[in-house]
């Protein structure tokens, strides 16, 4: 629907709020979407100053709809940029989720912007943080998106990767892969922690009821 909203709108306001200081910064980032919407080339290096601005900020918003929208509006460029940065570890946290909820945008939503092939290559990125790894983890269980099975189970004998957060998202993972090495790591836990395997069942399954 916002999507649709988007195309109808007058670009001309949506710049100036994006330009405003005083725009409520909860706000920038649904400005910015709109913005990839109904935009143009002049837009895109617009954002691109944007996000250059705000992304080494301490003090920075959530981007993922201004990222999404660079996409949109240059879908070369914007993606690049997006993926540099989710690969840079010099990167903030904050701006690095929001480039991975762009990729989960481009995924759920308009996955003929950005093929496959490139949606995995920013996931493979997102596991390589250990701040953040856990999310792309998820992410791919939701997805059932098994094609980084080997990339997600190797996370478990990573030195930096050992949180536990990391460790029960890789299991729940494994849990719903039918991948046979996803099979053997879910045998070997049930050995060294059954507890933990029950419990992370238990999470599973309460998840998929809601």
């Known amino acids: 629907d916002i999507t649709k909203a ?41 954002l ?33 940029y997006t993926i540099g940065l989710l690969k840079d570890p010099t990167t903030q946290f904050l701006a690095r989720y929001s480039a991975l909820r762009a990729v989960r945008y481009f995924q759920l939503t308009q996955p003929e912007v950005v093929s496959e092939k490139e949606r995995l290559r920013a996931l493979r990125a997102a596991l ?29 004998k990573k030195k930096d990767f050992k949180s536990p957060i990391i460790r029960n998202s890789v299991l729940r993972y494994a849990l719903r892969c039918p991948d046979a090495q996803a099979a053997r790591y879910v045998a070997a836990m049930k050995k060294t ?18």
């Not at 705000?54 to 690049?80: C, H, I, M």
């Not at 269980?141 to 094609?147: F, G, S, T, V």
């Open 128 to 156: 390589n943080h250990p701040d953040m790894a856990d999310f792309p983890v998820e992410y791919l269980r939701e997805w059932k998106c098994w094609k980084l099975t080997d990339e997600v189970l190797a996370l478990a």
């Open 48 to 80: 691109r100053t944007f996000l250059e601005k705000r992304v080494a900020s301490d003090n920075q918003p959530l981007l993922d709809g201004v990222f999404t929208a660079y996409t949109l509006l240059s879908p070369k460029e914007g993606w690049e």
């Open 6 to 46: 988007g195309r109808g709108l007058i670009p001309q306001k949506l710049r100036r709020w994006l330009s405003d200081e005083q725009t409520r910064r909860e706000r920038l980032r649904l400005y910015a979407f709109l913005l990839g919407q109904c935009g143009d080339e002049q837009d895109a290096k617009l």
């Open 193 to 210: 922690d059954p507890t933990l395997v029950a419990d992370q069942e238990e999470m599973l399954r309460a998840m998929e009821e809601t």
